[in-house]
């Protein structure tokens, strides 16, 4: 079944999908049966879904349908498919966070951001995989371990795995993850779709299931800038269940992608380019993208971030005690029952000194912050690259061996790209820049200041309009 | 703090294993297998040190007040 830019339905965008239905050209009923039957097709190889909610959806659509028929518009998300990660609680379906401790949890109430979604007409295809309770690599995924739709024999990055690879997969229009550390832009990433992690205090948190509740945002996950608008302009905006929402009225999200980037200052992080690991395709990505922008009117010049690099170290010095917090009672009752890896890092949490936790977070990420405000304010817009590469393989993820001192040294560098972003708390958003030789999407991400979203939404999109990396669909045969 | 301090020799790790242990059993908390506690351990170390060595770089860092007092303000 194709949309009326001749793509696949399953491919199609918002807007052609809106105005498809608009047209009685397809129905939301029709377009959720191909994704449903997508995900049937799929997800035994990709393990994107934890939950698929084929009733819930086709009783979305019918709704849909029946509201534009009889005149009832609700705007561009009217019928769109969609999914939330498991980590965000639906009414009626269950909530596992990735954990078996909740493989049996249903709960009574929605999470405002799926309450929101719903009252704009979108169509729920169900729950997605994830990293257990977004704590890090997992030594096993609970609900089957997440493929990359470019490469099965690769990871999809994560903790929002399923986020990212529903819509690489043609498994969903737009999806929704959470952003601690990075979250949704690692999956972004690897599986070559856009992850918005919005201004934090810009999107409820009510009803999701917290890792470090100081840092985790919750935004979207598409194909295309412009369709992560359309999410953010209906779950952004103050919500009284969550008071740390900003009240201020939500920007006119569409209309800020318009204008081009004319005289945007785009700042290249000097310490990530190239930071730890850092392939030469990635590094060449960057710079092609630098480019693009300079050719689009934008204006660029070094600036740096000193501490960037050792971000990881004050993350996890600060991080995982706040998680371990919430975990306790878990832990207590039922420690084995976490996966090792997450117990395992849980501990550290408890056990790590007040000494090195109060550092981190009161000298260690202030001080970072500061260094971000500082490049700041001598451009609009940060460039690095998302990742330092492309996805690696599965085998190279998830070791059987025992962990070393130089594991744990790599895993703080790999946390350079993402995570300084994270504590500025101003939006980032990762685009996908190009494709690896082996066909593995590589990956930029632009942050601004605090409530600048509307701005690196407008330069992502004006880069997706100049390439057609976000067109290219993976071989996934005839699924 | 010498590096000595830092010293990562099995029977270094089993020392810091041991305190891990101790300090979970305050939290009410058991793992299980000696492997995670040890795992935890050198987790841990490996962070310490990785924090140790930052401090300094952190401009915020009050002893940046200090003039250089013997014992408080070396750096390494």
């Known amino acids: 079944m194709t949309a009326p830019g001749g793509e696949d339905v399953v491919y199609a965008g918002v807007a052609d999908l809106a105005a ?51 005149g009832l518009d609700r705007g561009a998300l009217q019928g769109i498919p969609y999914a939330v990660k498991d980590q965000v609680m639906t009414a009626g379906l269950r909530t596992t966070a990735g954990s078996p401790l909740l493989a049996e949890w249903i709960p009574a109430t929605d999470a405002t951001v799926v309450r929101r979604m719903d009252a704009a007409g979108a169509v ?53 993850g959470e952003d601690t550390g990075g979250s949704i832009r690692h999956p972004a990433a690897h599986c070559g779709v856009v992850g918005l992690r919005p201004t934090w ?44 929402t900003s009240p201020d009225p939500v920007p006119d999200f569409p209309g800020l992608l318009a204008g081009g980037i004319g005289g945007v200052r785009v700042g290249l992080v000097r310490e990530l ?45 600060f991080a995982e005690p706040a998680a371990a917090q919430v975990h306790l009672p878990g832990l207590r009752r039922a420690a084995g029952r976490y996966d ?10 408890l056990v790590t000194p007040a000494a090195a936790a109060q550092w981190a977070y009161e000298v260690g ?21 998302t990742t330092p590469g492309g996805a690696p393989r599965l085998e190279e993820v998830h070791q059987g061996r025992a962990v070393t001192e130089e594991d744990v040294r790599r895993e703080f560098a790999l946390q350079s790209y993402r995570m300084p972003f994270s504590f500025h708390g101003g939006p980032v958003l990762a685009v996908c820049c190009g494709f690896t030789a082996d066909g593995l999407p ?15 939404l407008r330069v992502g999109h004006a880069y997706q309009q100049v390439t057609d990396w976000h067109r290219r669909r993976p071989d996934l045969g005839g699924g | 703090m010498s590096d000595q301090a830092w010293d990562q020799s099995p029977g ?51 002893r940046i007040l200090l003039p250089d007092v013997p014992g408080l303000t070396e750096r390494r």
Request: net charge positive; with cysteine; aromatic share 4%.
């Open chain 1, 340 to 349: 090792p890896n997450v117990r395992v890092r849980l501990a550290r949490g």
């Open chain 1, 442 to 456: 590589l990956s930029v991400q632009f942050a601004a200041a605090p409530g600048r979203d509307g701005l690196v």
């Open chain 1, 365 to 385: 990420r202030r001080t970072l912050v500061a260094q971000i405000s500082e490049a700041l304010s001598q451009c609009d817009v940060l460039l690095a690259p």
């Open chain 1, 20 to 70: 498809a239905y608009r047209a009685g050209r397809l129905s939301p009923v029709e377009v959720a049966e191909a994704h449903l039957r997508r995900i049937e097709a799929l997800n035994a190889r990709l393990c994107v879904y934890v939950t698929p909610a084929p009733s819930r959806a086709l009783e979305a659509a019918r709704r849909a349908e029946g509201e534009l028929r009889a």
């Open chain 2, 12 to 62: 270094k790790v089993g020392w810091t294993a041991t305190s891990v242990r101790a300090t979970l059993v305050l939290w009410g908390v058991s793992l299980g297998e000696d492997a995670e506690y040890q795992e935890v351990a050198l987790r841990l170390s490996v962070l310490l040190r990785a924090v140790a060595a930052l401090m300094p770089a952190a401009a915020a860092d009050p």
């Open chain 1, 273 to 317: 380019l190239p930071g730890p690991g850092l392939t030469a395709e990635a590094l060449q990505g960057v710079h092609q993208v630098a480019d693009a922008l300079r050719r689009l009117g934008a204006t660029l010049r070094e600036v740096s971030v000193p501490l960037a690099v050792h971000a990881g170290v004050i993350y996890t010095a």
């Open chain 1, 124 to 176: 729920l295809l169900g729950k997605l995989n994830m990293m257990e309770f977004a704590l890090g690599r997992p030594r096993r995924y609970a609900y089957g371990t997440p493929r990359n739709p470019w490469n099965p024999a690769h990871e999809t990055g994560g903790s929002s795995s399923g986020s990212g690879s529903a819509p690489a997969a043609g498994m969903a229009t737009v999806t929704i």
């Open chain 1, 201 to 244: 205090g810009l999107v409820s948190r009510y009803g999701m299931i917290p890792a470090v509740w100081h840092m985790d945002t919750l935004g979207p996950l598409a194909r295309t800038v412009e369709d992560a608008v359309h999410v953010m302009r209906t779950i952004a905006g103050h919500d009284p269940h969550d008071p740390m």
